[in-house]
């Protein structure tokens, strides 16, 4: 299949593969052959050329490279290969992609053979195809003919900008999981669901069941399948999430609103998605349930937007609709089903899916299929439960399984009796695979538990230094993956294992009795801290992004450390990591973080050390800047600078006089005497000390005052030097602040032009730099105002408000940027249509937005 979005070549038709009986259906292959190419698409038949290839190879391959599956059937269900289970005719319909057109077409009359009527009547539930009769040959042609061409005007018309979404196409979505294999026997609930949620009343849905039966997958399934009935779906896990009080805070992170700290989450929530129908998946819930109050509170502040959340325990607030997610739909007893009737089981698909992922040779055959069954019937059909069984069947036979698990139910049944039955089900199929571990790989699997997140293989080598099995860490990992309590995946080249959040808990609760626990903890806190001191440089320079991607993926587990060391009083460790991971804060628009973990060290009640107490007073005044409504004291920053430079920290002695300076400025009145001479001697020191990334800053930090001392052409100067060094330096962060500043100086020179700003919101997209995504585009609206398109002004202004709101931090306001420009134009004769387009582009996705700024090709090509 060609790749979406890609450009064909001339010769590359849309291909339409077709599937049938051969002889029976010959004149019919002929007519839907003549009707493919009467529209010029390109059939894909089996007859067509004689191939060196088995049969069932070549349908494969022929259906992994078409657009569209034409079905053609009467009366035979056509040739059963041996060593097969269904025909080559089952075969293709079953292997046809789920997002590929079906078209169906039954010849009547018609006495199908069994096998046959059982898969269209499978056809007809799934409401997947259309499904048409036919009488003739000619009738046929005429029906695929026209049905083809009206299934490529309903494609054009879904694929034309600002065109209406189909229903099956899914709304903009941040960081929206991808299922790993298909779904199976959930069509009936996501049919159901689907209509819940798309019912205005129903504002709250609960899936509600044990640990493992579905509730993640199948509220993906919706998230991906609500079509145009939203603006936009967020998905928020809170598998890491264990204080009821992080719940807001996880919420406004997905949604890229930034606390501010100077209001509730949910309102700055409901003011930052104001007039959006937002889905929000709250995932994982159960673990945090007092924080139920806290989405009731949502529904106010956020009055179109739906929750649909996962727990194992009910919300209980009002307005809560509940859906029991149930185990699949086990096998009839085996003594009394026939083998057909066993394997069309959806828990039976299940146990062969995950087992041929282990092992490929693996089918479910006449031999094995009663003692499968038996398996999916004693873990009463519980999707995780059949898939942790499913990945030993490269150790065991079904068989063999079968009688370990009889063996275990009955201690397993007897223990943990004030817990669910299926979730002691999860727990008995979990602890069986964990017994069928080696002993160096079930001590590892306990003392992962310490992990709050993602992690990696050198995090895993840290906390089991020393520990009996320590010399072969990387074999007991691999024998988890294998046993699907670990899985793996891959951020910029660093390899990073996690688990299922029922794993998790399981592996969290052999981990607190250990008698190393407390060691354990600390080897993960010094681990963190560790890696936040190697990270820091190269949080600068062409190493940016990749140390960007490697925090945020294991945010979760520094924030861990830091809640431990705090409570240890090892606070000064928390301090120093805190800020040597400025560039991360700064970049993500998680300011107010950092400013939050500073100011816990200091309700610590700890003694401080010098540098820390220098820390503890810079950060937060720092942040305060970009907060229009804290108040500025410079007390705190001159103290800083003289606690630093007593330590003989002279890069932060540095940061902390351009903090100083900063202020200077933006106090009333400005003494931009003093900014100017602090800022000078941090450029001063840090020449001296030969960071390239910090020296460009300052040097830009200096030009704002020259700009604002009416020294126009020598802040130009500093500007451009800066970023003339940012760029040699092949920092990414430093350069987008070094345009921001050489646009703004253009303009004030009367030369404007948007060529620094683009470049500096690529940049900042790139980054996922919110904070800079909005200097950017308040840049570009300056420019579009000076050349009187107040249109474009005030669209691009209106969704720099939007992430203003989001982040929590606006313009400092030292800066010189776009409010004369607003002034101006609010004085004329636009005024109104201004307005009415910032209002729009309050509104706008950030995706149309980018399109309107950067034109569609470069913003599709910086947001893949």
């Not at 029906?143 to 083809?148: P, V, Y």
């Not at 993906?220 to 928020?236: L, N, P, W």
């Not at 139920?292 to 209980?316: E, G, I, K, M, Q």
């Not at 804290?630 to 920053?637: F, V």
Request: glycine fraction near 6%; charged fraction near 25%; include cysteine.
């Amino acid at each position: 299949m060609v790749r979406e979005g890609s450009i064909r070549t001339p010769d590359q038709r849309l291909r339409v593969f077709v599937s049938s009986t051969l002889k029976e259906l010959e004149p019919e292959r002929r007519a839907a052959r003549t009707a493919i190419e009467r529209l010029r698409l390109a059939p894909v038949m089996f007859e067509l050329g004689a191939r060196p290839h088995p049969p069932r190879e070549l349908y494969r391959a022929y259906l992994e490279q078409s657009d569209v599956f034409v079905g053609i059937y009467w009366q035979q269900y056509g040739w059963i290969a041996p060593g097969e289970q269904v025909s080559g005719l089952e075969d293709e319909y079953r292997l046809a992609p789920p997002g590929m057109p079906k078209l169906i077409y039954v010849k009547r009359p018609a006495d199908p053979e069994e096998r046959l009527g059982r898969l269209l009547g499978r056809v007809r539930d799934e409401g997947a195809a259309s499904y048409t009769p036919f009488s003739t040959a000619d009738e046929l042609g005429e029906l695929l003919e026209a049905d083809l061409a009206t299934l490529l005007a309903e494609r054009f018309d879904a694929s034309r900008p600002g065109a209406a979404r189909s229903g099956s196409a899914a709304p903009p979505a941040a960081r929206l999981p991808m299922p790993y294999t298909a779904s199976l026997g959930r069509d009936a609930e996501l049919a159901t669901l689907l209509g819940w949620v798309g019912q205005d009343g129903n504002r709250l849905v609960t899936l509600a069941g044990p640990g493992g039966i579905g509730k993640s997958r199948l509220a993906i399934e919706i998230a991906h399948a609500v079509g145009d009935q939203f603006d936009r779906v967020t998905f928020v896990p809170l598998e890491h999430v264990r204080d009821p009080a992080d719940v807001l805070p996880a919420i406004a992170r997905e949604l890229g609103v930034r606390d501010s700290g100077d209001r509730p989450v949910s309102e700055q929530l409901g003011i930052a998605r104001a007039g959006r129908r937002d889905l929000i998946v709250l995932d994982n819930f159960e673990q945090v349930l007092p924080a139920a109050t806290d989405v009731t509170s949502l529904l106010d502040d956020l009055p179109d937007a739906t929750f649909l959340v996962t727990s194992r325990a009910r919300l209980r607030v009002r307005g809560e609709h509940v859906f029991d997610v149930e185990p699949l739909v086990l096998p009839p007893e085996p003594s009394l089903a026939s083998f057909e009737e066993i394997v069309e089981s959806p828990a039976v698909q299940l146990f062969r899916d995950r087992a041929r992922a282990a092992d490929p040779r693996f089918d479910v055959t006449v031999d094995n299929a009663a003692e499968v069954a038996r398996i999916c019937r004693a873990l009463e059909g519980v999707p995780l439960a059949i898939e942790l069984a499913a990945a030993r069947i490269r150790a065991l036979t079904p068989s063999a399984m079968l009688a370990r698990l009889d063996r275990m139910l009955p201690l397993l049944a007897t223990a943990a009796r004030d817990l669910p039955e299926r979730q002691r089900t999860i727990q008995r199929t979990v602890e069986w695979s964990i017994d069928l571990l080696g002993p160096d790989a079930r001590a590892l699997f306990a003392r992962l538990g310490v992990f709050a997140g993602d992690f990696s293989l050198d995090a895993v080598e840290a906390i089991n230094e020393g520990a009996p099995g320590d010399a072969d860490v990387l074999g007991a990992l691999l024998e988890l993956v294998d046993g699907s309590l670990l899985r793996q995946h891959a951020d910029r080249g660093v390899a990073l294992f996690s688990m299922l959040a029922p794993v998790r808990e399981i592996a969290t609760a052999r981990f607190e009795p250990e008698a190393d626990a407390a060691a354990v903890r600390r080897a993960h806190a010094d681990f963190y801290v560790r890696l936040a001191v190697e990270t820091e440089p190269l949080l600068r320079g062409a190493t940016q992004l990749s140390a960007l991607a490697r925090l945020e993926a294991e945010r979760d587990n520094l924030q861990a450390a830091y809640r431990h060391l705090i409570a240890i009083g090892e606070v000064d460790l928390v301090a120093d990591s805190v800020w040597r991971l400025l560039f991360y804060w700064w970049i993500r628009s998680f300011m107010p973080e950092a400013k939050a973990w500073t100011e816990a060290v200091l309700d610590a009640g700890r003694p401080l050390s010098t540098r820390t107490r220098a820390i503890a007073l810079a950060f937060p005044s720092w942040v305060s800047l970009w907060q229009t409504d804290a108040e500025i004291r410079i007390e705190p920053l001159e103290e800083a600078v003289a606690l630093f430079h007593s330590t003989g920290d002279v890069s932060s002695e540095a940061l902390a006089l351009t903090v100083t300076s900063l202020a200077y400025m933006s106090v009333e009145p400005p003494d931009l005497l003093i900014a100017e001479a602090r800022q000078r001697a941090a450029l001063d020191l840090e020449i001296a000390h030969g960071d390239a990334s910090f020296e460009a800053l300052y040097r830009g930090a200096l030009g704002r005052i020259r700009l604002q001392r009416g020294d126009l052409a020598g802040a130009m100067a500093l500007f451009e030097q800066a970023l003339d060094d940012a760029v040699r330096a092949e920092d990414m962060f430093v350069e987008s602040i070094a345009l921001t500043q050489v646009g703004w100086a253009r303009l004030a020179l009367g030369r404007p032009g948007d060529d620094a700003f683009m470049r500096n919101l690529e940049l900042a997209v790139r980054l996922r730099n919110d904070n800079g995504i909005a200097f950017a585009l308040e840049g570009l609206s300056a420019v579009a105002a000076t050349a009187g398109d107040v249109e474009r002004a005030g669209l691009l202004l209106g969704a720099a408000d939007a992430l203003r709101a989001r982040t929590g931090l606006a313009d400092q306001r030292s800066y010189v940027t776009i409010e004369p420009f607003v002034e101006a134009v609010l004085a004329s004769d636009g005024a109104s249509a201004f307005e009415a387009a910032r209002s729009r582009g309050r509104r706008t996705p950030r995706r149309a937005v980018m399109q309107t700024a950067l034109g569609r090709e470069l913003a599709a090509a910086i947001m893949a």
